[in-house]
């Protein structure tokens, strides 16, 4: 199935098309929030605090994955939205061939430099080895996380959001039944979680490639298409590369934030690390939204249709509005029935720690999504310049001021910080978008 987005309502049409959307990034939180889950339970708060550790540095290779993604969504997009579907084959394929050269050399980066990355972000020593073990498996899998990303890049390009949305709910929940098979059954440890991850993503992406090349073919062309296409790998780096630049350092922020929370010692990473993973679950979803209104846009301005992207940025608000209203009351009142998924009673100052965190970040959820709208506005307009200013004052904010404040408030500092980049970013990213969309739009 592919979806037009350049007519119909656009309210219903942008609604229809994010819904599920959100459902695939809930069961593709899973993943990560599975392992950390089936750590803490089964193995411990060591194991728990280890997968923690790790998962920062995977989200610089997960930012590589990402920036492809976007790339080529917003540019198969445009060229679907203008029925240049020949280009758009090209872009698709050109596109494969670079993700798999760029996933070749991270891999070989990684596996490099996973113990000197480590052992810059001061991990304790009672940690290495485990978060060192569960790293060079992540790594191991890289090829599955790329063309897993680009499959549903592609997907929603198209205006499918259903079919990304099954493959994940399936492998997801696959994936936690696996995680505590290897942990409980097979006693594989940490090194059990990062399997599984690895054996159910993969077969998710294979089924996913398989799937999209097929609808690919469904989609009348004339000639032979060109695998590879040096002036669309151009227009794809455009939009790619800002977009790995800001992923990868908002990633280098937070390892630079999770060095300052490994100085207080193994409790309040661990609390740390049930948190944000339950904080990351909002701010994913609330991103991957915004990937959708920047599929929405590409497609009608494509189309040459600007006029109706205004009324989908005030649809994706209400819709984004309405997705905070619960996670930031169960944050805000019952976090802890969240962190004892990650963690049992036992492990009082971790929790203690992790709700400080919650209910310090959760209010300014309304804040945040705002600017991840707008930010899908402006990536899918190709404003990428104003989009990484806004990204970089937000990160630039957030690693200061965690410095600044774990001086003077300790731990609960570092998480002060967060409010303070969201907002003056949010200010910013609004601005630009009724700025530079006018201009778009005349």
């Given amino acids: 199935?592919?979806?037009?987005?350049?007519?119909?309502?656009?309210?219903?049409?942008?609604?229809?098309?994010?819904?599920?959307?959100?459902?695939?990034?809930?069961?593709?939180?899973?993943?990560?929030?599975?392992?950390?889950?089936?750590?803490?339970?089964?193995?411990?708060?060591?194991?728990?605090?280890?997968?923690?550790?790790?998962?920062?540095?995977?989200?610089?290779?997960?930012?590589?994955?990402?920036?492809?993604?976007?790339?080529?969504?917003?540019?198969?997009?445009?060229?679907?939205?203008?029925?240049?579907?020949?280009?758009?084959?090209?872009?698709?394929?050109?596109?494969?061939?670079?993700?798999?050269?760029?996933?070749?050399?991270?891999?070989?980066?990684?596996?490099?430099?996973?113990?000197?990355?480590?052992?810059?972000?001061?991990?304790?020593?009672?940690?290495?080895?485990?978060?060192?073990?569960?790293?060079?498996?992540?790594?191991?899998?890289?090829?599955?996380?790329?063309?897993?990303?680009?499959?549903?890049?592609?997907?929603?390009?198209?205006?499918?959001?259903?079919?990304?949305?099954?493959?994940?709910?399936?492998?997801?929940?696959?994936?936690?039944?696996?995680?505590?098979?290897?942990?409980?059954?097979?006693?594989?440890?940490?090194?059990?979680?990062?399997?599984?991850?690895?054996?159910?993503?993969?077969?998710?992406?294979?089924?996913?490639?398989?799937?999209?090349?097929?609808?690919?073919?469904?989609?009348?062309?004339?000639?032979?298409?060109?695998?590879?296409?040096?002036?669309?790998?151009?227009?794809?780096?455009?939009i790619a590369i800002p977009s790995i630049l800001q992923q990868s350092f908002i990633s280098v922020g937070n390892i630079m934030i999770q060095s300052v929370i490994n100085s207080f010692g193994a409790s309040v990473i661990a609390g740390y690390s049930a948190s944000i993973k339950l904080n990351n679950l909002v701010i994913t979803s609330f991103s991957t939204l915004g990937n959708g209104i920047s599929n929405y846009t590409a497609q009608n301005l494509g189309a040459g249709k600007p006029a109706r992207i205004n009324e989908g940025f005030h649809a994706s608000l209400k819709l984004v509005w309405l997705l905070c209203i619960p996670f930031f009351l169960f944050y805000f009142f019952a976090g802890r029935y969240g962190l004892l998924l990650f963690m049992d009673h036992s492990s009082e100052n971790a929790l203690a720690c992790g709700m400080t965190f919650l209910r310090i970040v959760s209010p300014f959820y309304f804040v945040v999504s705002a600017k991840l709208m707008a930010d899908g506005i402006l990536r899918g307009a190709g404003l990428m310049k104003q989009f990484m200013i806004t990204t970089f004052t937000d990160l630039v904010l957030r690693v200061v001021l965690a410095f600044v404040f774990s001086g003077i408030f300790g731990s609960t500092g570092i998480w002060m910080a967060w409010p303070f980049g969201w907002s003056i970013a949010t200010v910013m990213s609004l601005a630009f978008y009724r700025k530079n969309f006018k201009r778009q739009a005349s």
């Fill in 1 to 238: 199935m592919t979806k037009d987005l350049t007519i119909g309502n656009p309210s219903t049409v942008l609604w229809k098309f994010c819904l599920p959307l959100f459902g695939g990034i809930i069961f593709q939180q899973l993943y990560n929030i599975a392992d950390s889950l089936v750590a803490g339970k089964f193995i411990g708060e060591n194991a728990l605090a280890s997968v923690g550790n790790s998962y920062e540095i995977t989200l610089i290779f997960i930012a590589f994955a990402f920036g492809c993604n976007i790339g080529c969504s917003v540019i198969v997009s445009q060229l679907f939205g203008a029925k240049k579907f020949e280009e758009m084959k090209s872009a698709v394929y050109t596109t494969l061939i670079s993700s798999a050269v760029l996933c070749a050399a991270l891999m070989a980066i990684g596996f490099l430099f996973c113990e000197g990355l480590l052992n810059i972000i001061k991990t304790p020593q009672e940690l290495m080895a485990d978060s060192l073990l569960y790293l060079r498996i992540y790594v191991a899998g890289l090829p599955f996380l790329f063309f897993y990303n680009v499959a549903t890049g592609i997907f929603s390009a198209l205006g499918d959001s259903r079919t990304p949305f099954w493959f994940l709910a399936v492998s997801s929940t696959a994936n936690i039944a696996v995680d505590i098979l290897f942990v409980t059954a097979f006693d594989m440890g940490v090194a059990g979680v990062a399997w599984a991850t690895f054996l159910c993503q993969g077969v998710s992406c294979i089924l996913a490639i398989v799937v999209v090349l097929k609808k690919l073919q469904a989609i009348p062309t004339q000639g032979r298409i060109p695998l590879f296409s040096r002036t669309l790998l151009g227009k794809i780096a455009v």
